[in-house]
């Protein structure tokens, strides 16, 4: 297809008539867990960073000069310079967490107060383009220590701001030396002023200071770009009006979302989107860009080492972000019992992070978040039988099962469980989530996982009943009462404490045998030749009632004490 100029005008000219319509794809509540945790992280690395430039600034002064030269002359005014460079970022940080703060949860009747104006979309990407400004300059003067950059990049914003400033500003901006520098600036042609013996423009642009100091950190690629992105982004965003004012217009209609708890119309959704997503770029900038050239800048200034303290600082500062920005986005499969779901039942998943989510009827998912990290889950419906679960991650507990927890397994079955894990982990090699169950952890085997069908228990040898049926081990171990149902048409209970493996009908009167098997079957063939007869596993349902195995026949469910033993 060929263009001409006038195939794109005209649609542009639809596109800025069109009706604005209302969109929402991310979930709202994680949204604003994200940013608040990215918003306090950030907040204490800042103030602990802080504390590390007091310090160095002090050890500096005390210097008669510093370590580091730059040409032609030793870098001294950098003793000053180079922590007000980082004082400076911190300034503009002050911006960016005023324009990152979470919006707080509102019900049904404030919903339309969250819906964001123009300005507010505006100022977050002057808050986000300034910090990003200031951070890079600041991680390439400490990365270059380049004296001739930094004199034309400060004399070049200082000639346009005191010809605009007022006169009260004026006292705090310029000096008689600064004046005497800039008078000299001026004199020089605009050519010159870029080459000279006191200014150089060099890396003008902000992708080329970010690669020189993105070489130094050892700056991932994919973060580079997302950072030059995120600039540009923000700078076409504030400055050039055309696309931010088509994309922030009002939609035709306002749609409230949510609950009654936390409602939102679709514009607060997708500002609380392009807030975390700048958010989350800045504190990447300061977590894997600035804390590591400061680090060695500080290693480069001083006479001395750095001191072992402020190094941990340091550290401390970016791991803590490195967590906090690990779990944005962050979403997890959780192994749930399927009868737990279409039956209806209530529900607390642990969060890896402390927290707590309590699952309840009907399980939506947009339910299924954890309000301390916003981690979201979902559920992985696994059948009853099923004990334990072994992924790329280890094993796992399975929600709503009573199999004993992982965490308080006797030795034995842990090592067993160690062993499993070993020789059965699948390995992930895409976002398909791969898994093993495991049914029977005490007796399946170690190489198969299958659980074999055997005979476990049975009434002693001479305890007579002329009935016998079958029942799951798990059902005798697990519950306190194991029912079954007579020939006559009886439910009979067996309390597990008489420890008899005996029931005894009230209906009819008879004894009844129960006898445990291994395995997930739901039958039992029984007899030889022409008397082989399938019997039904009785009690096979340890969740519909609670404490309480019940009958899960479906065909004959007693045989003769003769045939059984046949």
Aim: proline letters at 5%; glycine letters at 6%.
């Amino acid at each position: 297809m060929s263009l001409d100029a006038n195939f794109v005008l005209n649609s542009i000219a639809s596109l800025l008539t069109a009706d604005r319509q209302a969109a929402a794809f991310a979930h709202y509540p994680t949204l604003r867990i994200h940013t608040r945790n990215l918003h306090n992280a950030l907040s204490i690395a800042i103030n602990d960073v802080n504390q590390v430039i007091t310090m160095w600034r002090a050890e500096l002064l005390a210097e008669p000069s510093i370590a580091v030269h730059v040409e032609p002359t030793p870098a001294n005014a950098y003793r000053v310079i180079a922590p007000i460079l980082i004082q400076n970022v911190h300034q503009t940080a002050a911006f960016l967490l005023e324009e990152t703060r979470p919006a707080p949860a509102v019900g049904l009747e404030d919903a339309e107060k969250t819906k964001p104006s123009y300005s507010d979309f505006i100022k977050l990407g002057s808050a986000v383009r300034c910090f990003l400004d200031a951070l890079v300059q600041a991680a390439y003067q400490l990365a270059t220590f380049n004296g001739l950059q930094l004199n034309y990049k400060f004399l070049q914003s200082l000639l346009s701001f005191a010809s605009v400033a007022p006169p009260a500003l004026h006292a705090n901006i310029v000096s008689p030396d600064i004046q005497a520098a800039l008078d000299a600036y001026l004199a020089l042609s605009s050519k010159d002023r870029r080459n000279s013996s006191f200014t150089k423009d060099a890396h003008g642009q902000f992708p080329q200071r970010l690669d020189v100091a993105a070489e130094r950190a050892n700056l991932p690629e994919q973060l580079r770009n997302n950072l030059k992105l995120v600039f540009s982004f923000c700078s076409d965003f504030v400055h050039s009006g055309y696309i931010s004012v088509l994309a922030l217009d009002d939609p035709t209609d306002s749609v409230i979302m949510g609950g009654s708890g936390d409602a939102f119309v679709s514009r607060a959704e997708n500002f609380a989107e392009v807030k975390l997503r700048l958010l989350e770029t800045c504190t990447g900038a300061y977590t894997h860009l600035l804390i590591p050239i400061l680090e060695q800048a500080i290693g480069e200034t001083l006479r001395t080492a750095i001191m072992p303290s402020w190094t941990i600082t340091l550290e401390s500062a970016r791991t803590s972000l490195q967590m906090v920005t690990r779990d944005v986005h962050r979403r997890l499969v959780e192994p749930v019992r399927r009868s737990l779901i279409t039956n209806g039942e209530n529900a607390c998943i642990e969060c890896r992070c402390g927290g707590h989510v309590d699952l309840a009827p009907p399980h939506h998912a947009w339910d299924r978040y954890c309000g301390r990290c916003g981690a979201q889950f979902t559920l992985l419906e696994l059948p009853d039988e099923v004990d334990y679960i072994i992924s790329d991650l280890g094993a796992g507990d399975v929600l709503g099962s009573d199999a004993p927890k992982i965490a308080v397994l006797p030795s034995d079955l842990r090592a067993k469980l160690e062993r499993l894990v070993e020789r059965h982990r699948p390995t992930r090699d895409s976002e398909e989530f791969k898994y093993v169950v495991i049914s029977d952890l005490a007796r399946c085997d170690e190489k198969s996982l299958a659980v074999p069908s055997m005979c476990t228990t049975a009434p002693a040898g001479d305890v007579s009943t002329p009935l016998r049926c079958f029942v799951p081990a798990k059902s005798l171990e697990r519950c306190a009462v194991v029912q079954v149902r007579c020939n006559c048409g009886a439910s009979v209970d067996y309390q597990v404490t008489d420890a008899t493996l005996v029931a005894d009908c009230d209906g009819c009167g008879t004894r009844i045998g129960l006898i445990g098997v291994s395995g997930d079957g739901v039958e039992i063939i029984t007899g030889l030749g022409a008397n082989q007869q399938a019997v039904s596993i009785q009690a096979r349902d340890r969740f519909t009632v609670p404490g309480i195995a019940i009958n899960g026949y479906h065909n004959r469910t007693m045989v003769g004490a003769a045939a059984q033993s046949g």
